[in-house]
């Protein structure tokens, strides 16, 4: 019977017959894998809270009739907490909508099962272990994640130099379609214009300069978030469902 380990973090659980559940990992070196908890439902199992959306953790699976890892539905054999995340998380609503964002958008830029990405993996467990610890705001967090996200998956903004011609900026509109700042000349209509200080608060955010992004005022942190959020649906070709309960 095959087994291996690896460093995950739970995305999504779903019920399975009367006691066992079906985990959704983001792990470190396998990609996106399934595995059923068999009886974890159950008050008696040892593991059923590890087992739950925003933990990190490192599990043990085996493959059974499975030609390879992470093909199909593997079985939780073993589990060992990493990081409590969910605790923490869960008991704030900001915290709860804010890492519901993030497990929706990795599972959704991580598509394909058994395709490593671990670069996700540990954007993912950066962002958990950031909001758990609340230093820094919830949006704040969020919209570093996401940004940072998309970059690793191949669609980075750009908030300073024209993202069409590479005009060297700073620039004063900004087009999602264009991939960030435009220039006048490559301005397409219906652009927005975004305050300065929008710009560089995108800018530390996806820089991860949090000392300028702490510093920034709530008028141009709703800004940038909704810069945010049409920049990550654009790029994702689809609405992150949990996004509408984020409050902003």
Not at 62 to 77: E, I, K
Not at 102 to 119: F, G, H, I, N, T
Not at 193 to 202: I, K, N
Request: proline share 5%.
């Amino acid at each position: 019977m095959p087994l291996y380990r690896d460093d995950a973090i739970v995305l999504r659980a779903q019920k399975l017959g009367e006691a066992d559940r079906i985990v959704t990992f983001l792990t470190r070196e396998h990609g996106k894998v399934r595995g059923v908890g068999k009886g974890v439902r159950r008050t008696s199992s040892k593991f059923g809270a590890r087992l739950e959306p925003f933990m990190a953790v490192d599990v043990q699976l085996h493959t059974g009739r499975n030609p390879r890892p992470g093909m199909g539905l593997d079985t939780v054999t073993q589990v060992e907490t990493i990081g409590a995340y969910a605790r923490s998380i869960c008991e704030d609503y900001g915290l709860y909508t804010a890492g519901t964002v993030m497990l929706e958008a990795a599972d959704r830029l991580v598509a394909q099962e058994q395709e490593p990405a671990v670069q996700q993996y540990w954007l993912l467990a950066g962002g958990l272990r950031a909001l758990s610890e609340r230093h820094h705001d919830a949006g704040l967090v969020l919209d570093s994640y996401l940004l940072r996200a998309l970059a690793v998956a191949g669609w980075a903004p750009s908030f300073e130099d024209c993202a069409r011609c590479g005009e060297p900026g700073p620039h004063h509109a900004f087009n999602v379609a264009q991939g960030g700042a435009v220039c006048p000349r490559c301005r397409p209509p219906g652009s927005t214009a975004p305050a300065p200080e929008t710009f560089a608060l995108l800018s530390s955010l996806l820089a991860g300069d949090w000392a300028t992004a702490d510093a920034s005022d709530a008028r141009h942190r709703k800004e940038a978030s909704g810069l945010v959020a049409a920049y990550g649906q654009y790029y994702l070709e689809r609405t992150l469902r949990s996004l509408k309960m984020v409050e902003r």
